[in-house]
C-alpha cells in the first residue's frame, strides 16, 4: 500500500514535467506548423483555438484543457508530498487555479472579437500570469530551508520577476511588434520553472 501511493505521488508530481513537453511540442510547433499561413512571431497562441482556426480542435483539447488537467495533476501531487510546508501547500492551491484557468482556455475559445466566449477567454488566460507567479513564489519560500530543494529559490524568484516583465510589456503594451514571442516567452518561462520543480520534487520523493 505504501509502494502504491509512493508511485502515485510521482505520477502526479511527475505531470509537472510531462504536461509543459507535451504543450510546448503541440501548441507551440505542432499545431503551428498545420495551421497554413500562421505566423507565430507576430500571433498569438490563442488565434491556434479560435473558432476560425483549422486546428482549433486539437488546440483546445488536446494543446489547452490537456494541459490544464496536467497541471491540476502536478498540483495535487505537490499538496500531498511530505517534502513540502505550509507555504508550499498553498502554493499548490494556486498551481491547482492555475490549471483550472489553463483548461478553460479550451473551453472559452474565440468566437468573435467582441463575443461573450472571447472576453471569458481573455479572462481565463491572461490571469494565469499572476496567479501562477504567486505560486511559484510562495513555493520558492517554502523550499528555501529545506537542504535538497533550496537551490530552487534564487532560480525561481529571477525567473519570476522576468515573467512579470514580460507580461506586462505583453498585455499593456499597444501594438506590440513579435506579439507572439512575447507571449509565448511570458507563458514559457513559468512552466519551464515548473518542469524544473516537478524534476527535483521527483528526485526526493520518498
Known amino acids: 500500500m505504501k509502494e502504491s501511493k509512493s508511485h502515485l505521488d510521482k505520477l502526479l508530481i511527475a505531470s509537472g514535467f510531462i504536461g509543459p513537453v507535451i504543450f510546448f511540442l503541440t501548441v507551440y510547433f505542432l499545431f503551428a506548423l498545420l495551421y497554413p499561413g500562421y505566423d507565430p512571431t507576430?500571433?498569438?497562441?490563442?488565434?491556434?483555438?479560435?473558432?476560425?482556426?483549422?486546428?482549433?480542435?486539437?488546440?483546445?483539447?488536446?494543446?489547452?484543457?490537456?494541459?490544464?488537467?496536467?497541471i491540476i495533476l502536478f498540483a495535487y501531487g505537490v499538496f500531498r508530498s511530505k517534502?513540502?510546508?505550509?507555504?508550499?501547500?498553498?502554493a499548490s492551491v494556486f498551481f491547482f487555479l492555475t490549471g483550472i484557468l489553463m483548461y478553460l482556455v479550451g473551453i472559452f475559445y474565440s468566437k468573435s472579437e467582441y463575443s461573450i466566449l472571447t472576453s471569458l477567454h481573455i479572462i481565463v488566460a491572461n490571469y494565469q500570469f499572476p496567479i501562477l507567479t504567486i505560486g511559484l513564489v510562495?513555493?520558492?519560500?517554502?523550499?528555501?530551508?529545506h537542504k535538497k530543494l533550496r537551490?530552487?529559490?534564487?532560480?525561481?524568484?529571477?525567473?519570476g520577476i522576468i515573467t512579470l516583465v514580460l507580461a506586462y510589456y505583453f498585455l499593456f503594451t499597444?501594438?506590440?511588434p513579435n506579439?507572439?514571442?512575447w507571449q509565448r516567452a511570458a507563458i514559457g518561462i513559468p512552466y519551464i520553472i515548473m518542469m524544473i520543480i516537478s524534476i527535483s520534487l521527483y528526485k526526493v520523493q520518498k
Open 42 to 70: 507576430n500571433q498569438t497562441i490563442s488565434e491556434l483555438g479560435n473558432a476560425s482556426s483549422p486546428v482549433k480542435t486539437l488546440t483546445n483539447v488536446f494543446g489547452f484543457s490537456l494541459f490544464g488537467i496536467f
Open 83 to 90: 517534502e513540502i510546508g505550509v507555504l508550499g501547500k498553498i
Open 138 to 145: 510562495l513555493f520558492a519560500f517554502d523550499v528555501s530551508g
Open 151 to 159: 537551490w530552487l529559490t534564487p532560480i525561481i524568484l529571477p525567473l
Open 174 to 176: 499597444h501594438d506590440l
Open 179 to 181: 506579439r507572439g514571442i
